[in-house]
């Protein structure tokens, strides 16, 4: 998790005044303006937080219905108030996204005779009916344009103990899939040995997205074993699963 100290280093400033709780008079109506009534602030939320760090907020009070003794309670709330800084840096934004884990994921097609593959660690599951997941693929990668025609891409939920074959799976140089054990269907998918979950996919749709591509792939079969841990990545380091 990440802790007070990991928010520092990304530049967000935790601020929490809390201002004293006052009552405010209700809005006097038209023309009964008189010199001891004060009218309340008609500042919006939206304006206060841009405005200003104080906590206090008051609502205008409810017309009708608020029981005898309660209207301080329900017309006024104190709420916290923090900075949150603009983005900056590319390294700001990679760490901040490293906060969230995830799984990772090979993608992987029969190609020419080999397969090819890269690693994915954006795997996210969309929709049940029809059942879709989708990744996103950087517009730099030199592997997609091989699989992105295949009929059919293989994917693999990598398994606790595979963080070699995804560093593999990643690389840039070299034969990504030396020392790696794999299958492939009759379809041209390619699965690795020992995943916690294949799904055979074809794409659905490609969504150009900033510097990425959202992969839609629907999913035309699966085989899933559930009693083997995935492998966890989390802040650029690979990790495993502990029960709590
Ligand atoms: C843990 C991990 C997760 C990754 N996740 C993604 C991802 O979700 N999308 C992506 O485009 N590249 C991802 N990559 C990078 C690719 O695996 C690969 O290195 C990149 O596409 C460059 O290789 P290429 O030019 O052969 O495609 C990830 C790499 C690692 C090590």
Not at 51 to 64: G, V
Not at 91 to 98: E, M, P, V
Not at 154 to 166: F, N, R
């Amino acid at each position: 998790m990440a802790g007070h100290s990991d928010r520092r280093s990304l530049g967000l400033r935790a601020v929490r005044r809390r201002g004293p709780v006052r009552a405010e008079p209700r809005s006097p109506s038209r023309g009964s303006e008189g010199p001891e009534q004060k009218v309340p602030s008609r500042r919006s939320r939206a304006e206060l937080l841009r405005t200003s760090h104080s906590t206090t907020l008051h609502t205008p009070t409810p017309i009708t219905s608020a029981p005898a003794g309660t209207a301080r309670a329900q017309t006024e709330k104190e709420i916290s108030v923090r900075d949150i800084e603009p983005v900056q840096a590319a390294q700001q934004l990679r760490q901040a996204f490293g906060c969230f884990p995830s799984g990772v994921t090979a993608l992987c097609a029969y190609r020419d005779g080999e397969p090819v593959g890269l690693a994915a660690s954006s795997f996210t599951s969309v929709s049940m009916d029809p059942p879709l997941v989708s990744v996103c693929i950087q517009h730099t990668s030199t592997t997609w344009p091989k699989l992105r025609d295949r009929p059919r891409l293989g994917l693999s939920v990598l398994a606790e103990g595979q963080d070699e074959i995804c560093a593999r799976l990643a690389s840039k140089g070299g034969d990504r899939f030396a020392g790696v054990d794999w299958f492939a269907s009759d379809d041209g998918s390619v699965f690795v040995e020992g995943a916690t979950l294949w799904l055979d996919c074809t794409i659905q749709e490609e969504v150009p997205c900033g510097d990425h591509d959202i992969v839609l792939l629907g999913i035309q079969g699966l085989s899933a074993v559930l009693d083997t841990s995935p492998l966890v990545f989390h802040a650029s380091r690979f990790r495993r699963l502990a029960s709590i």
